[in-house]
């Protein structure tokens, strides 16, 4: 089954405004990770953040994490239109195993 | 610059027809892995290797194989492509677990 599940699955905004997106995830995990990928191309890290970590900034992106409700949010302030990707999760519960959820398809309209 | 390669970019085959898919990454990681990707159902893990001669199977292993003969090069292998293995696939470098993964640009497998 998927660990990580991503909503909204889709998420249209204009240029300059906030987007959130958020992550569940189902087992014990020791860091959550996020990344980007551009239409039909390889996927770019964003952010990790450990399981003991709350919250953790880099840039425009604000990553949080709620251990007992297993989920994370991935917020990118002030958006570009160069934004414009799809954002997943990525949760490794073991060494070698990791799962990605099904993504959030993000729009950023100039 | 860290680099995971992968090649083709792009293939077209028939079913049947045996083919391989190169992985190549400078980074000098022990684990790789194999992923496939297909609309609604995300990447999916096909095989990952955590070190040289060290493979296993991910949650959709069925119709290919793997090796790791060297660090560097973890080529996908389709002995006999069928249509429902029509794909987008990516090459993975890096240990989840601890640190980013890299990813290669992708190759965009179509089998008719």
């Known amino acids: 089954s998927q660990q990580g599940e991503e909503d909204p699955q889709a998420l249209s905004i204009q240029e300059g405004e906030n987007a959130t997106m958020n992550c569940s995830y189902k087992?014990?995990?020791?860091?959550l990770q996020w990344y980007r990928q551009n239409s039909g191309r390889g996927l770019v890290h964003l952010i990790l953040?450990?399981?003991?970590?709350r919250e953790k900034h880099s840039g425009r992106l604000r990553v949080t994490l709620d251990t007992s409700k297993k989920s994370s949010s991935l917020l990118i302030t002030a958006s570009r239109a160069a934004d414009t990707a799809s954002y997943f999760c990525?949760?490794?519960?073991?060494?070698?195993?990791?799962?990605f959820g099904t993504g959030t398809k993000l729009q950023v309209i100039p | 610059e860290a680099q995971v390669t992968q090649n083709p970019r792009y293939l077209i085959t028939v079913t049947g027809k045996k083919l391989t898919v190169t992985c190549s990454q400078n980074?000098?990681?022990?684990?790789m892995s194999w992923y496939r990707q297909d609309p609604g159902l995300g990447l999916r893990q096909i095989y990952y290797?955590?070190?040289?001669?060290?493979?296993d199977k991910g949650d959709v292993p069925e119709g290919y194989k793997v090796s790791r003969k060297e660090k560097r090069n973890f080529p996908l292998i389709l002995e006999s492509p069928s249509p429902n293995q029509t794909s987008l696939y990516f090459c993975?470098?890096?240990?989840?677990?601890?640190?980013?993964?890299?990813f290669g640009q992708g190759t965009r497998l179509t089998v008719v």
């Open positions: 993975a470098s890096g240990i989840f677990r601890d640190n980013e993964a890299f």
């Open positions: 087992t014990s995990i020791n860091n």
């Open positions: 953040i450990r399981s003991n970590e």
């Open positions: 990525a949760t490794p519960g073991g060494y070698q195993k990791v799962t």
């Open positions: 980074m000098n990681h022990e684990y």
């Open positions: 290797s955590m070190n040289v001669e060290v493979t």
